[in-house]
């Protein structure tokens, strides 16, 4: 197979089309005429249908779809599931994945069991046969747990449950849970995927086509397919997303053993950091850290005073855009976690998630620099 930075731009990208554009058009059309191979846009577009070929294509995995959101994507895997049956999540997941999983999940019937899944001892004692799903955050966020996927895997095959990573920090690019084991990768196509804050999508790829059609079924039952529009701004973003991650990933890199040595700082979280207890775990999983870093002050004034004094990181939710930016996930990302959840102690306001753009280095540091003074 050809390398992954190749794969981004070179595909078709107007296939039967006879003018033959090197952008792919986009088919803004909610109808088409029958008899013929669409009919309705819900259902199938041509747009939607390219970015889920290579969605598929990039994960290697045999089915892609296109959601109008990470949320949408993860709804559609979670739609999976009936009553009576098991979800067991890792306890430190995207603030709106606990919400959802938690708050609009349960009421549905399916039980849901938050735990620690970088614990394999504590996953397999949970684990039962009622449990039809795992879903799992790896590096997790924002406290970038690693957890061993292909263990994972295993222990979900053992009780016929499916493996589900929801891979938005890493994205396709560094990590390909299909490959480990996994049955579903999940992408909130939102953060590096588009890359430029400009789309709020989601993705799942599914291992197996069997896979594939059950969520298909879904996604157009449903109608939480992704917008010809939004599809083809996405397709146009994720062209450079090796080029952007490269950067991003290099400067990261750097930011993260920078902090490390800065009085104000008491702890970072970035799994390549040598201190990292899943560090050989991530190297042997993924081909990269990615470019969050999150990063614990001495005090909560202090972390108020980064946010405030920082010109260059835009205090914004959300990570991956090309610019950088920073926020504190007690109060932003991940305010919707329920205060009786396990992980909302650890979410203390002296937290900050900061994800590196592609400026300038120096002009990042020396910004960081000055926030961080007292
Ligand atoms: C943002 C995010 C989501 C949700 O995606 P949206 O596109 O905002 O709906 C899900 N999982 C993770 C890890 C995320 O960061």
């Known amino acids: 197979m050809t390398d992954f930075a190749t794969r981004l731009v070179q595909f078709d990208a107007s296939p039967n089309d006879r003018y033959r554009p090197s952008s792919s058009p986009i088919y803004q059309t909610s109808t088409f005429r029958l008899p013929g191979p ?51 999540a890792s306890e430190d997941l995207y603030g709106g994945s606990h919400r959802l999983l938690s708050q609009l999940l349960t009421r549905r019937g399916v039980t849901v069991d938050f735990v620690d899944t970088s614990d394999l001892e504590a996953v397999a004692a949970l684990l039962g046969e009622h449990h039809r799903l795992v879903l799992v955050e790896t590096p997790s966020n924002p406290f970038q747990r690693i957890s061993d996927l292909a263990a994972l895997a295993n222990l979900a095959h053992d009780v016929n449950a499916w493996l589900a990573v929801d891979n938005s920090f890493l994205s396709p690019y560094l990590q390909n849970p ?166 909302r102690r650890l979410l203390t306001p002296r937290l900050l998630r900061m994800s590196v753009g592609i400026e300038s280095l120096a002009d990042l540091q020396e910004d960081l620099t000055r926030a961080l003074r007292a």
Not at 198 to 204: C, I, K, P, S, W
Not at 236 to 261: I, P
């Open 38 to 88: 669409l009919d309705y846009t819900r259902s199938g577009n041509p747009t939607r249908s390219l970015l889920e070929t290579q969605l598929a294509r990039l994960e290697g995995g045999a089915c892609g779809l296109a959601f109008s959101s990470g949320m949408a994507a993860i709804t559609a895997v979670c739609d999976l599931l009936a009553s009576g049956d098991g979800l067991l």
């Open 178 to 343: 299909l490959a480990l084991g996994a049955d579903l990768v999940i992408q909130s196509g939102t953060k590096f995927l588009c890359g430029h804050s400009n789309v709020t999508a989601g993705g799942v790829v599914s291992r197996t086509a069997e896979l594939g059609e059950k969520l298909a079924f879904i996604q157009n039952a449903i109608g939480n397919g992704l917008s010809p529009f939004e599809s083809w701004l996405l397709l146009d973003g994720m062209k450079t997303l090796a080029l952007r991650l490269d950067r991003q990933q290099e400067s990261a890199r750097w930011l993260a053993s920078w902090l490390q040595r800065q009085p104000a700082v008491r702890r970072v979280y970035y799994p390549d950091l040598p201190e990292h207890p899943g560090r050989e775990l991530h190297r042997r999983q993924a081909r990269g850290s990615g470019a969050v870093i999150s990063f614990e002050l001495d005090s909560a004034a202090r972390a108020q005073g980064v946010l405030d004094r920082t010109r260059r990181f835009a205090c914004t939710v959300s990570f991956g855009a090309v610019h950088s930016s920073l926020e504190q996930p007690a109060l932003m990302s991940h305010a919707s976690v329920p205060e009786e959840a396990s992980i």
